[in-house]
Each structure stands twice: as structure tokens, then as C-alpha cells.
């Protein structure tokens, strides 16, 4: 898929209790890079039951990642039998995001007002983006 390949690893969490509460994992300003490549730096999001994150670094920009991403989730989507598919948070000036949402017939329904903590610095808002299925 991705034109770069730094390493592959497998990793396997199995996790053997009862999930209580609302949250399942949370990153706080996580960065990761390696000599002379820096793939994300000061990521933090709460991973809520049921959700799925794409996520590409920088490195990986403008290769096609995320509209193949986008594709394989739309989809994956009919496959199963969804009717619709709901983006809670697109960052507002994620431009990329944005745009390859709309060439896929995402539609933005709302805007939540400074709900993204961007670059450690400042609160900006999302989109919450939807498309119908068939």
C-alpha cells in the first residue's frame, strides 16, 4: 500500500477484562519519528467503544493514503450493511481531509465550535461530516 516501508512489526494487545466506562485507550502529545523522518508529533485523542481513526503522518502526505483509506472505509461500510457513514471531527483546516471527504460525497451537517486542540497552541473547530450508503 505505502510506497515507503520503514519496518514491519506485528503488534498484539489482548486485553482480558470487561471494558467499563466509556473510553477504551487515550494519547496525550504522543509523537513518533524516526533519524531524519518525523511521522507525527503531539497527538492526543480519547479512542471511544466502536470508533475507527485514520491517522497518516507526514511523511506519508500526498501519496494517496487517505483516499485509499477513505475508499477501503466506504467499502467496508456497504459490505456490512451500514446505511451511512458519520465523521465526527475533521478538523477545519485539514484542508486534505476535507477535500477528499467531499470528492467521496461527504456532506458537513454541523461545526463544533473549537473542539480540536491544534498544534499544542490553539482550539480550532471540526466538521461533523455524513454520507448515505447504497
Same mark, same amino acid.
Given at each position: 500500500?505505502?510506497?515507503? @516501508?520503514?519496518?514491519?512489526? #506485528?503488534?498484539?494487545?489482548?486485553?482480558? +477484562?470487561?471494558?467499563?466506562?466509556? =473510553?477504551? /485507550? !487515550?494519547?496525550?502529545?504522543?509523537?513518533?519519528?524516526?533519524?531524519?523522518?518525523?511521522?507525527?508529533?503531539?497527538?492526543?485523542?480519547?479512542?471511544?467503544?466502536?470508533?475507527?481513526?485514520?491517522?497518516?503522518? @507526514?511523511?506519508?502526505?500526498? #501519496?494517496?493514503?487517505?483516499?485509499?483509506? +477513505?475508499?477501503?472505509?466506504?467499502? =467496508?461500510? /456497504? !459490505?456490512?450493511?451500514?446505511?451511512?457513514?458519520?465523521?465526527?471531527?475533521?478538523?477545519?483546516?485539514?484542508?486534505?481531509?476535507?477535500?477528499?471527504?467531499?470528492?467521496?460525497?461527504?456532506?458537513?451537517?454541523?461545526?463544533?465550535?473549537?473542539?480540536?486542540?491544534?498544534?499544542?497552541?490553539?482550539?480550532?473547530?471540526?466538521?461533523?461530516?455524513?454520507? !448515505?450508503?447504497?
Amino acid at each position: 500500500m505505502a510506497s515507503k @516501508k520503514l519496518e514491519e512489526r #506485528q503488534v498484539e494487545l489482548e486485553i482480558n +477484562m470487561p471494558r467499563i466506562g466509556g =473510553k477504551i /485507550i !487515550e494519547f496525550h502529545n504522543v509523537s513518533k519519528s524516526y533519524p531524519g523522518l518525523n511521522l507525527f508529533e503531539s497527538f492526543s485523542y480519547k479512542f471511544r467503544p466502536g470508533e475507527k481513526v485514520g491517522i497518516i503522518g @507526514k511523511a506519508y502526505r500526498s #501519496q494517496g493514503l487517505g483516499k485509499l483509506m +477513505m475508499k477501503f472505509a466506504i467499502e =467496508k461500510s /456497504i !459490505e456490512l450493511g451500514f446505511k451511512a457513514l458519520q465523521l465526527n471531527l475533521v478538523v477545519v483546516n485539514n484542508h486534505a481531509s476535507i477535500k477528499i471527504c467531499k470528492d467521496y460525497g461527504f456532506k458537513v451537517i454541523g461545526t463544533l465550535p473549537k473542539a480540536f486542540y491544534y498544534k499544542q497552541r490553539e482550539y480550532v473547530d471540526a466538521f461533523v461530516m455524513y454520507k !448515505e450508503l447504497s
